[in-house]
């Protein structure tokens, strides 16, 4: 893609809506071809029906895999991402660490904190959490030499939302201040501010 990420948003938004268009025109017209050619035997109609489940279905995935709500007021930045999950909330002053992996729709976004308030998504880091992001470690090492008394961290990674997790990472990136970016998240960064290409 040699796109700015806000004319990416766009297109991403217009592919959604002609996906459930055609999603729905199909759960609409094959009942329909069904009704008008007189078709009546039970195998037409369990099949009718697991199609329909499937239109179903990933009218729903998509839909939960492009979804993200989020803003961040008061030193509160609160989230929520895909039709299933309960909204998150951080505290933007104990947010200490923010890290990205991959790129585009399949970027996930790894925020590190010192608190678990409100956040059934937060989990302890572990060394789980180190053998997946072995750079991570590093950095945290780093982070503890500069504090006074041993923290316990927990991490939240966001997978879902689409192109928009890029307005989302600007919004952690304005309102973290105190936090520490790895180069990979500064690119994302970077992307998410129109300064570098899709």
Sequence with gaps: MDLDIFKAIKKENKFLKRFNIIMIFLAVILPLTMYLTGVK?????LYLLIIEGLILIAILNKLNSTKIKYNCINNRLKFKTGIL???????????ILVHTEKM???????IVS???????????????FY????????????????????????YQIIRRGGLRKYLLLDCIYKNCVKAVYTSECIENIKIARGQTLV
């Excluded at 072995?134 to 504090?147: A, F, G, N, S, Y």
């Design 131 to 154: 053998k997946r992001f072995p750079k991570l470690q590093k950095e945290l090492d780093i982070i503890r030499k500069t504090e006074e008394e041993e923290q316990i961290y927990y």
């Design 114 to 128: 010192t608190v678990n308030f409100k956040n059934k998504n937060l989990k302890p880091v572990l060394k789980g």
């Design 41 to 45: 035997t039970l195998f037409y109609y």
């Design 104 to 110: 585009e729709e399949e970027m996930e976004i790894i």
């Design 85 to 95: 999950t309960k909204e998150s909330m951080l505290f933007c002053d104990k947010i």
